[in-house]
């Protein structure tokens, strides 16, 4: 176990994905992005694997990312003139990309075959590489499931491609075992109708009980990667519900059997403990409505099956299978020593009911010590370990914080309905989802909460929900594309990375949920405006707006529906989903021209301010920058407040204006321990921070007029000041990518960040001849930018850029500015280094809430080095 | 002794000679069971097969002062249905009022007899009302498990094992039989560790249990009696309903996992893959597929439960098994398949009685345990013969299925 973990660890660091023996690049070296030619890697096919089973195929395949070009210069400079980034770090090649999840009825295998053919991934799904690729007879995919047997010749004749067919309990246990090591909050509990993600430790995951219920249900004990045993199982299962209830009931479909038992009284067929005692049995400890034997109510009646409801059989019958179910997984749990209990197979498929009763039933049987738990990704679990059956595809070695799961539009799942259209372009999804998204997802008003536990209950009582309203696969949890950024690394910086949340607001709490909802759904409109016009108002882009709120309404509906279709949710992820919704629609810099205008009118001032700001003593002065920085934050434009506030009056006057309402205390005002690790007391003067990383907010007043200044401070005592940007554009945050231009204009009307910026490489185009006369002056400590990997208005500290991870190292302070990043997030993070947090609330309810205050109080909040 | 039969004062000669013809019943929901004490030289009804006498050799040994008595202990049912039978019975044996013809029983006489099962509740007034008899109810686990463990100590051929058609008696230490698992399959099914005399607890269970196949069979086809139902399975064949490892794995063995193709993979998952009605399926099929489902189920979680408390042997007993042989059959074949052969399933020839038996002991004053317990040297130290009033045949594979007794002899109380 331990060898194991270390050596993915070790790998992970200079992973061979891909066989790049004897690679060599082909064409001209001095293009851009020559072809490299891998002439060992032989299996171009291993982007595709099937799990056909007698009711779903699932489909999952990996497409390469598209290279992100962005701000290669900067990268280079930054590789080249310091080397930090460089080092023994591998680059990473065509590493990077996603796995997709895809589903369709086994009935419909034609559309299977379409899609398959029309992304041509029978081929590799390489298509820039492979334009005759369907000559290739010898194409060969995994495939799993009984299927892979039934279908090969139809695959073989449509297609041309042969299936190696895996076997399905090997399929299972790689993809459990996968998802269960790579996948943050894979796992949850589901009792009483309410979901509870979980997360495993990886390195404390087996042994564990698999129970795979299909038609029957298996048992496997896994201790490993390809180390486990079938060790029971029951013939009691899924066939058994839906064969039982086809023959007592009229349905014609496992789903309509299911969406019955939901409006079903099971007390009419089941003889309860009641039943027979009159009362409870208390002197074994069974309570009244105890099931004393399923049907056995249906023995003490001269009734026909006609004068039984259905819905009480299927409920019946779906109890006793459950609850038989939960007892005997319990049962062999308990005999072979196993800690965990994860349920999966068809007959769960996401029914909030099912896993309800066999929560019940192990939490019955164990007495409590014990508890189900079910995997967001089941159902896959099989294409899954057929894809990582294939031998390179590097999937193994990748770790939790590579992955970023995403839910565009089009992903297999949308409300919890199958589809698998292929959608090739654009163009396509929007008429796609102009066909297919109901009208009247939006929601512009809180729409009132459903209680959860609609289908609660787990034990002997009755169901609450009143069926109609539930659809049997509502529950269903989404499941979005995977995305394999390889680049991505923990935060070195931090504590605990493993008792790590970056979420300060948790959106389980279902009041806070509704309001966020809500909040992001009237700032829709404006947003949609924003992004068109950033596009000059063109029809394409309209078009593309309007495809862009209903897409983000039905994220927000899908929320309303179900807390936890897309796992673990919290404010991060809610704002981050935004963004991504966006440049979904191409929509790739929303709030682009706001930014330069902001930026311009706020860099035209800046030299008035620096001057005021160098008339200051050493200690007025530190304390007019963090109230700078706390008032020029004020420019929002995610803030409902704040943006109404523009209309009253310009940048300059609103900053002002702002900074005169500064009087300390702030809400949160830790500044005089700060201002003594700063300037120390008495006679004392501190060593100056060797390196610090600013994470910086807005673009405009707040990057110019707050935190240029306060790096500019920084800089002056001698401590290296790293600017750590978004990766893409969040809303009007400031973006890596424009950062070098902003600090080169600002460079401008100053010479100490001038020099700064030559050292950190930021200004090389600007004076290509300054480098030379630079030598003969005294060496400034260097600026720099880094990209934070994110493009989201908070950060995850559990994953952000490698280049942002190679600054940390040598870093003893890093600043975390703004709503999003100090407050949304990371408020209570706890960092290695010193860490001051500062932020303006702009939003009531959040103030209340976090620091007991109201709107427009600011939060400095200084934590030492734990 | 028993308090109250102490302050009947003077007619205790005559009530002691009546204890002698104890009575116990347990009336489930389906079957009444009695229990009784016949002297061997009092009439019996219609007995015919009289054996000889035991000796009751054990009167020396014994610390009691009263005389023993040689006879039968009797075991007779009747459908719960005909309540009105058993009542007959009773009365016809003057069993209520201890076996005596005593015609001039005074109408203010109460009687109390042991009483369990469900039943008993029920039934009280009815016994109240028609001849006086009080029904002193007894909890039905504590009579279970107490007809066991007498049956189990005292009764040489009392458990067996049962495959493949043959039966099979199994000689039990007494001194070896804790602990050992009981389940109770009636309409649910109960499991009981059982360390002793009155130690025990219910441990587990399940409600899939002869209601549910009762229950479902009675649903799916157009049976009119539980014993009607299992002549059905009987003839059937489940793999028509039933999807068998090998309907999976295109006939071939899953011998990776120790599966063979005729391993049931899925009870009725056969009736999902096609476009057949219920009618199209015949009820002798339907009965068999649900009599091993639940069958092999009740094995499993039997074996299961067994092997988390460490018990050596499962006895399985209740309304269910009635000594059906393939219901016998099925669960020796599940017990044996989860243990992979380390375990047996075991059956107990008074299966049926237990409760009843268990009700008649309730208050030892007979001191039959005791006594019997005495005569190990003369084993065997009962035998089981067919009363005379049997009015069922015995089936064909010779089990007993109708009224017996045995030999024995008490203590006058």
């Not at chain 1, 029957?216 to 896994?222: A, E, L, Y």
Request: with cysteine; aromatic share 8%.
């Amino acid at each position: 176990m331990a060898t194991k973990g270390s050596n993915s660890i070790h790998r992970s660091s200079s992973r061979p994905l891909l066989d790049l023996s004897k690679a060599e690049i082909q064409g001209n070296v001095e293009e851009k992005y020559p072809t490299i030619l891998l002439p060992n890697q032989s299996d171009d096919l291993s982007h595709l694997a099937l799990d056909i089973g007698g009711s779903l195929i699932k489909l999952v395949y990996f497409s390469r990312h598209e290279g992100q070009s962005t701000n290669d210069k900067r990268m280079k400079i930054l590789k080249d003139k310091l080397g930090i980034l460089n080092g023994n770090r591998r680059s990473y090649p065509i590493l990077g990309g996603r796995l997709h999840f895809v589903k369709f009825e086994t009935n419909k295998i034609n559309e299977c075959l379409e899609f398959i053919y029309s992304k041509k991934l029978h081929c590799g799904g390489w298509e820039s590489h492979h334009s005759d690729s369907t000559n290739d007879q010898n194409a060969v995919i995994k495939a799993t499931g009984g299927g892979a047997y039934k279908f090969a010749d139809l695959f073989k004749e449509r297609l041309g491609i042969s299936l190696d067919k895996e076997d399905e309990m090997d399929c299972l246990v790689a993809g459990a075992n996968f998802l269960l090591k790579a996948i943050r909050h894979e796992a949850y509990t589901h009792m009483e109708g309410q979901k509870e993600f979980i997360q495993i430790d990886p390195n404390d995951l087996f042994p564990y009980l698999l129970v795979n219920i299909g038609s029957g249900v298996s048992m496997i004990k896994v201790d490993g990667d390809g180390k486990f045993e079938r060790v029971s199982g029951t013939n009691v299962g899924g066939g058994t519900y839906w064969g039982l209830g086809r023959l007592l009931t009229n349905c014609s479909s496992f789903d309509e059997l299911l969406e019955l038992s939901q409006k079903g009284d099971n007390r009419t067929t089941d003889m309860l403990v009641g039943d027979i005692y009159g009362t409870d049995y208390p002197k074994i400890g069974l309570s009244a409505s105890t099931i004393a034997s399923s049907f056995g109510k249906a023995t003490l009646e001269n009734k026909e099956l006609e004068e039984y409801r259905p819905e009480d059989i299927s409920l019946s019958l779906l109890r006793m299978i459950s609850y038989n179910i939960g007892q005997i997984s319990y049962l062999n749990a308990l005999r072979f020593g196993l800690k965990r209990i994860f349920f999966g197979g068809f007959f769960i498929r996401g029914h909030a009911y099912t896993m309800d009763a066999i929560s019940f039933a192990v939490h019955f049987w164990s007495k409590g010590t014990a508890q189900a738990m079910f995997l967001r990704h089941e159902g896959f679990l099989g294409a899954l370990g057929a894809f990582m059956s294939y031998e390179k595809h590097g999937l193994d070695d990748l770790m939790v914080h590579q992955f970023v799961e995403r839910f565009p539009m089009g992903a297999p799942y949308t409300g919890g309905k199958i589809h698998g259209p292929p959608l090739r372009n654009l163009n396509e999804k929007i008429s796609w989802m102009e066909k297919f998204l109901q009208k009247g997802t939006e929601i512009t008003a809180p729409v009132p909460m459903t209680p959860p536990g609609t289908t609660g209950l787990g034990g002997f009582e009755v169901p609450l929900s009143k069926g109609s309203t539930l659809r049997s696969d509502a529950s269903a949890l989404n499941v979005g594309v995977l995305h394999l950024i390889p680049t991505l690394e923990v935060f070195p910086l931090l504590v605990d990375p493993k008792m790590y949340e970056p979420n300060t607001v948790d959106l389980s709490d279902h009041s806070e949920l509704e309001y966020w909802l809500t909040i992001l759904s009237e700032h829709l409109p404006d947003l949609v405006d924003k992004a068109v016009a950033s596009e000059g108002g063109t029809d394409d882009s309209k078009r593309r707006g309007d495809a862009f709120a209903r897409a983000f309404s039905a994220h927000l509906a899908r929320l309303m529906e179900e807390p936890a279709a897309y796992g673990k949710l919290g404010l991060a992820n809610l704002l981050e989903m935004r963004e991504e919704c966006l440049r979904e629609f191409q929509f790739v810099d929303a709030y682009r021209s706001i930014k330069q205008r902001e930026n311009e009118a706020s860099l035209a001032v800046l030299h008035d301010l620096l001057m005021e700001l160098d008339s200051l003593d050493e200690e007025t002065r530190l304390l007019t920058l963090i109230e700078g920085v706390l008032a020029a934050n004020i420019f929002d434009w995610g803030s409902r407040a704040c943006v109404d506030l523009y209309h009253k009056g310009t940048i300059i006057e609103i900053y002002r204006m702002s900074r005169n309402k500064m009087q300390r205390p702030w809400r949160v005002d830790d500044f005089d321990a700060f201002k003594e690790r700063m300037l120390g007391s008495g006679d004392k003067k501190p060593l100056p921070h060797r390196r610090a990383l600013l994470f910086v907010d807005n673009s405009g007043a707040d990057i110019v007029l707050g935190m240029l200044p306060l790096a500019r401070e920084l800089l002056r005592r001698g401590t290296e000041v790293v600017l750590v940007g978004n990766s893409l554009p969040a809303l009007n945050d400031v973006t890596a990518m424009e950062l070098p231009d902003i600090v080169a204009e600002a460079a401008k009307h100053c010479d100490i960040l001038r020099r700064a910026a030559e050292s950190g490489g930021l200004l090389v185009d600007a004076m290509t001849n300054t480098l030379d006369g630079s030598k003969e002056k005294l060496p400034s400590v260097p600026l720099m930018v880094v990209e934070n990997g994110c493009g989201s208005p908070c950060i995850d500290f559990r994953q952000v850029s490698s280049e942002l991870a190679a600054a940390a190292k040598d870093a003893d302070l890093i600043i975390l500015e703004g709503m999003g990043r100090s407050l949304h997030t990371n408020l209570y993070a706890q960092f290695k280094c010193d860490a001051l947090k500062l932020a303006m609330v702009k939003n009531q309810r959040l103030a209340e809430k976090l620091v007991q205050g109201n709107i427009y109080d600011c939060v400095c909040k200084y934590e030492p080095a734990y | 002794m028993d308090p109250r039969r102490a302050e009947t004062g003077k007619n205790s000669d005559q009530i002691q000679s009546g204890h002698v013809y104890h009575l116990a019943l347990d009336i489930g929901g389906s079957l009444a069971k009695l229990v009784y004490f016949t002297k061997n030289d009092e009439h019996i009804v219609g007995s015919e097969k009289k054996k000889s006498p035991m000796k009751a050799s054990g009167i020396s040994n014994s610390s009691r002062n009263s005389p023993v008595l040689n006879g039968r202990l009797n075991f007779k049912k009747f459908e719960t249905s005909k309540i009105n039978d058993c009542l007959e019975f009773i009365n016809s044996m003057k069993l209520h009022l201890g076996g005596c013809q005593q015609p001039e029983s005074p109408g203010s006489q109460t009687i109390t007899i042991k009483a369990t099962g469900g039943g008993a509740y029920k039934y009280a007034d009815l016994f109240k009302e028609k001849f006086r008899i009080s029904l002193d109810k007894e909890d039905e686990m504590d009579c279970l498990v107490a007809g066991a463990n007498f049956l189990l100590e005292t009764i040489h051929q009392e458990a067996f094992t049962y495959m493949g058609n043959q039966k099979q008696f199994v000689w039990i230490d007494k001194n070896d039989l804790y602990p050992y698992l009981l389940v109770n399959i009636g309409s649910g099914v109960g499991m009981i560790k059982v360390e002793g005399d009155g130690k025990f607890e219910r441990v587990s269970g399940t409600s899939i249990g002869g209601g549910t196949f009762w229950g479902l069979g009675k649903l799916l086809t157009k049976c009119k009696s539980f014993d009607e139902l299992l002549d059905l399975s009987y003839r059937g064949n489940n793999r028509a309903v039933d999807m068998l490892v090998g309907d999976i794995y295109g006939g071939m063995d899953y011998s990776k996992i120790g599966l063979s193709s005729t391993t049931i993979a899925s009870s009725f998952g056969r009736a999902i893959s096609e476009n057949k009605e219920r009618d199209d399926y015949k009820p002798e099929d339907i009965a068999r597929s649900l009599l091993r489902m639940i069958s092999n189920n009740i094995g499993q979680i039997s074996y299961l439960t067994a092997l988390r408390f460490g018990l050596k042997r499962i006895f399985f007993g209740g309304f269910f098994i009635r000594r059906h042989p393939f219901t016998m059959d099925t669960l020796s074949v599940a017990v044996n398949f989860w243990s992979k052969g380390e375990a047996k399933a075991m059956f107990l020839q008074h299966e049926g009685f237990l409760g009843a038996v268990g009700a008649f002991m309730s208050s030892d004053k007979h001191g039959l345990k005791e006594l019997l317990a005495n005569q190990k040297v003369e084993r065997p130290p009962s035998k089981l013969s067919f009363s005379l009033d049997q009015t069922q045949v015995p089936q064909q594979d010779g089990e007993l299925n109708g009224d017996e007794s045995i030999e024995c002899s008490v203590y006058g109380a």
